[in-house]
């Protein structure tokens, strides 16, 4: 994928062209579209790291200078350029100038702005007298990119000036293509006169990419006469040359569109025509859409980094969403090497989506991950993995099966659609049938399989699986219950309650204050711990390897018979049963402080035994080996749970430390975005940093805890003690809209108004502590009743105001 440098060369026949046919020049320029829209400058240190420009059908990755380097792991160096699921367009594309028969590549861009539809790149360096921007955006529901040049004349000259663009093509498919029968030819370029554009087609497929701009070509090359030197493949360059006069102090703009498609030359052509003909409009549209996206659960609190990262992550979620026609629409796990769809991922984000409002992509994300579930297992068990052009890489492990009920409930108590229910009921039925019958081997309740952890051998009796599958039981007897199968909800319950208890009891740990992280054979345990001392040996973790030799040693003096609970790795999915509400609050308490122990300045360790004494004032930049791996990594969804599992227990201070964490790495590297892996590694945009953020803020500080079916909204608000004012506007529940406004005075009153759109709609406020007899209701009607400590208000109409004093 690396592209060389070009060097001056004539650039063959003079070849003039015809507008007559050709689309209209645009009339607004893209950077006038935006101004006045949010935007974050990149650092300087990070110009040589991804950005990403994102549309539903084709996004586009290369490195915030402008350059299109190799990039990514899963097609090793591919996975950057302009990729149209399920194939890539191109490998990129670069510009250059020629003044005075010098040629001055446009590169090394000295800025990179972001902004939440669109990107801009300065260039200023070994330009004389001049100054370029490059603008880009995808718009909606085509597959396109259309990128924009501004040329600036900052002498007192007139400036003739040759501008180049060169396209390097490279059609080739997805990952596991080769299951689907996708194989890659030579890419052959044909020039198309009455567009002005290349046209380029793979030789063995009727993939196409197209590319041109708003102006007549004055020239054009293909292949480009390029020096490469070990550049082997089916790849080509193409040009497209244009002369341009600037007068002194003047600008011309030049529009290009890059459009393709995977089965019809004719599509891309009119692709292409399209993106010229109509960019300014899309952008707006997409501007428009955007801020519809931010409006929807608005927060406002006294920490500004964080309202810019709630309301960034907003954006974050829609430039996830792979749509790919003929197999399905949903969110994509991150990118740039998880673009496709995945079941735990989705499982997570969705319940974020959803509550920030971004409804319609969750119904359609399920969809897709239920019917192929269907096609491919057939019993309820949901995928974990698959490509985008259908070939599903695993069929799933065992946490993602519960995690499919709990994401159905979350998504029926928020939007009360009873039909919803009934077509993924079934779904969840056989999911649960298959789980215990098939994975379960002896019978205790505990499924044996691969969790969240994918740690070769870690693969009996996990905590996390426990933990998902006993709140599986617990919200698929509520759906029964909801769907009127009042035995098989008696059932489903009492299977909950047996595994909350036998959680609680078998997989506690006492001498580690924590969960452990499985139930197996000390056979297992010894491999096990064998393979984790060489991992803390090898990364210089000292304290780990003594940890893991005392436990080997005590396994070895005491042996057992029978499976029994071993914390090895510390990994962060002990803490699930936090997450999940379901531990013992004694247990909870004592786990949630060792978990602390876990940690960075920008969260919770994967692997626990990975930290060492650097880690608790460590907030550079992560190191991580040469090879891809998750080694050493403090990630964004260990680091959510914590949080969420921290509310869960009545501690919103320790909660928002967390998510202060997280903070931390927003824009660290990505200007916009939030890393995979704290601070700059892995995905630079990933989908369950919603959930890491949406879960805790909105179902847990402001407790917003609906069930539109019965039309009512429930909310528990526990504020964090900092935040002394704070708001969450238009939260979309059913076809109703609530929002929440809080104030602390400084003598310790809180005045909580909560308003909805539904006049028709139930609020219920349970507020904890409340101080009695300092209750005043200022708006509204309601009742009021006490109960063990809690006060609960209940009331219909447009909006209830409050004010009391806490104890």
Known sequence: MKFPTLYPFALGILLMFSCQERPPASDRPLGSLLKGEPSIEGKKEYLQSPFLTAGDRVYMVGYQDGSFPDLGWHIKGEMGGIWDHPIKLMDGFTAFLTLDGVTHPLEGAHRFVNYPMAGRHDYSRGLPGLEAERWQFVPDAKEGVVVEYVLRNTSQKEMPLEFGFVGHTDLRPTWLGERTGMADGKDLPAFDEALGAWVVKDSLNPWFVVFGSDLPADSRESPAPLDTPGKAGNETSSVLSYAVTLPPGGQKTIRFAIAGSYSDEAQAKATFSDLLKNASADLIAKRERYA?????????????????????????????????????RGIGAGIPDYPWWFGVDSEYALQGYMALGQREIVYETIRLLDSVSEAVNGNGRILHEMSTNGAVFNPGNINETPQFASLVWQVYKWDGNRDFLKRYFPTVKKGLQWLMDENDRDGNGFPDGFGMMEIHGLDSEMIDVASYTQAAFSHAALMAEELGETSLARAYAQQADTLKARINREFWSAPFRSYADFIGTDQQALGLIEDAIVRADTLGKPWAARELEQTRNQILQNPHPRPRPF????????????????????????????????????????????????????????????????????????????????????????????????????????????????????????????????????????????????????????????????????????????????????????????????????LLLHLEGVLEGSLELLEGEALQRWENGTLEVSGKGQAIELRYIKN
């Open 292 to 328: 519809g996206l931010a409006s929807r659960s608005r927060l406002t609190t006294p920490d500004s980094a964080l309202n810019e990262t709630f309301e960034w992550l907003k954006y974050n979620c829609d430039w996830l969403i792979r749509d790919v026609p003929e197999i399905g």
């Open 567 to 762: 914390v090895v790795h510390h990994n962060w999915v002990v803490n699930t049963p936090m997450e999940m509400g379901i531990a013992d609050r004694d247990k909870a308490l004592e786990a949630l402080e060792t978990a602390r122990n876990f940690t960075n300045p920008f969260g919770m360790f994967v692997t626990g035994i990975d930290r060492d004494e650097t880690a608790g004032d460590d907030k550079g930049s992560f190191k991580g080996s040469s090879v891809f791996s998750y080694t050493g990594a403090v990630m964004t969804l260990p680091t959510g749970v914590q949080a969420i599992a921290e509310n869960n227990y009545g501690r919103p201070d320790q909660a928002l430390d967390y998510l202060n964490r997280m903070v931390r790495s927003f824009s660290y590297a990505f200007p916009g975005s939030m890393y995979e892996v704290s601070p700059d590694y892995g995905m630079i945009a990933q989908a369950w940093n919603s959930y890491s953020f949406a879960v805790p803020i909105i179902r847990q500080f402001f407790g917003i805890d609906p069930m539109a079916s019965r039309k009512q909204v429930r909310l528990r608000p526990q504020m964090p003690a900092s935040w002394e004012k704070a708001s969450l506007e238009d939260v979309h529940i059913g076809e109703n809209r609530v929002s929440v406004f809080y104030e602390k005075d400084p003598e310790g009153s809180i005045r909580l108004r909560v308003v909805q759109t539904r006049e028709d709609w139930n």
